[in-house]
């Protein structure tokens, strides 16, 4: 990695927190008649990304998905809204956090939450490579109980990729 400057200023968690909505149609279907989960994978990755941008004040891309969690199937019809924000910033990544949440287009019932997921953005510079990322300032309380979450789920990310080296450095099987 490339000599990144020293840290920008820190960002509270609401300046980049984002929505996404769109209404499922009949192109987003699967076999059983419901929403495909690649479509709202896809829309978790859009939403993500742009949160990611925005608080890195650049470009930024998806470096991992460590969990997408599919609670309740999506309807056709269904108005999907995707909630999104920055929980966790390293030197140059961010950890973004997902709510996916599904109303019916024409009730007026409350909406569903159908799904989260944690996903990881490098921010990256013109040639490709990491730059640094502002800190993110957690402000509330659910906010400070995400940050200190989403550094459990860093440390279980590096010792599961860790552990996985080095079974395959003592010649695990193939």
């Known amino acids: 990695m490339t000599d990144l400057p020293s840290d920008p200023p820190g960002k509270p968690t609401a300046v980049s927190r984002t929505t996404l909505s769109t209404i499922m149609s009949q192109n987003d279907a699967n076999l059983l008649g419901t929403v495909h989960g690649g479509v ?11 949160v ?10 998806t470096a991992s998905m460590d969990e997408m969690v599919f609670l309740v199937p999506v309807k056709i019809g269904d108005l999907v809204h995707v909630h999104a ?3 966790w910033t390293g030197r140059s990544s961010m950890e973004i956090g997902v709510k996916v949440l599904a109303e ?9 939450r159908v799904g ?5 953005f490098t921010a990256v510079d013109e040639n490709g490579k990491p730059r640094r990322v502002p800190p993110v ?3 509330t309380d659910l906010d400070r109980r995400r940050y200190q979450e ?7 990310r ?8 080095e079974f395959r450095d003592r010649g695990g099987a193939a």
Do not use: C, F
């Open 150 to 156: 989403a550094g459990i789920r860093r440390t279980h």
């Open 85 to 87: 924000q920055v929980n």
């Open 137 to 139: 300032l957690p402000e």
């Open 104 to 112: 019916r287009w024409n009730e007026s019932t409350p909406a569903t």
């Open 158 to 165: 590096l010792a599961r990729r860790r552990e996985i080296q």
């Open 116 to 120: 989260t997921a944690y996903l990881v």
């Open 52 to 61: 990611a941008g925005r608080h890195s004040e650049g470009p930024a891309v």
């Open 40 to 50: 709202i994978m896809k829309l978790v990755d859009d939403a993500a990304g742009a």
